[in-house]
């Protein structure tokens, strides 16, 4: 590959070192699946880019944005995560184009389509097209709710078993 002058801008220059949207992640994720209350979402986890590929899939990205350039460059990333190209050997999807693009140009192309998808999800929940999911329940909230419906039905709700406590053993010997 040809080396850029210094007043030459690289071609991925224009999208400067943009840096994904944690929140917007987070709330677009939530427009289509539950996830953990503590989820700090982060884009090198398989996950997370499972969900990404699901949602491209569900909003049509691609139909949209296939024009821009370096496009191709996303997909390709994003589509390893789909269903279909899961099962095809990774050498054959590999991430990097033909030309091979720096690991630096590869992260700021896919943040740049990453809060483009995210954003616009985040626009249509304002408008609302899309509501949030519940978080996933904790063990404390599953329990509460059992009580409850055992309290509805006349039932007395189960105790949680408790570990016996070993100091007391160890204090005897």
Not at 41 to 49: A, D, E, G
Not at 64 to 89: C, D
Not at 90 to 107: D, S
Not at 128 to 135: N, V
Request: net charge positive; hydrophobic share 35%.
């Amino acid at each position: 590959m040809k080396r850029a002058k210094k007043d030459e801008p690289t071609p991925v220059a224009r999208y400067k070192q943009e840096k994904i949207n944690r929140e917007n992640l987070c709330t677009a994720i939530r427009c289509f699946f539950e996830i953990d209350r503590k989820a700090k979402p982060q884009t090198n986890n398989i996950i997370v880019c499972l969900y990404l590929a699901m949602i491209y899939e569900k909003v049509n990205f691609a139909d949209r944005y296939y024009q821009k350039p370096y496009f191709a460059v996303f997909s390709q990333w994003i589509n390893q995560y789909s269903s279909a190209g899961m099962w095809i050997n990774r050498e054959l999807t590999g991430t990097h184009p033909p030309e091979t693009l720096p690991a630096w140009q590869m992260r700021t192309i896919k943040a740049h389509f990453i809060n483009l998808l995210t954003g616009e999800i985040c626009a249509d929940l304002e408008a609302g097209l899309y509501t949030l999911q519940a978080f996933i329940p904790t063990q404390a909230e599953k329990r509460k709710k059992q009580a409850e419906m055992c309290k509805e039905y006349g039932i007395t709700p189960p105790k949680r078993k408790r570990k016996k406590n070993n100091r007391a053993n160890i204090e005897r010997i």
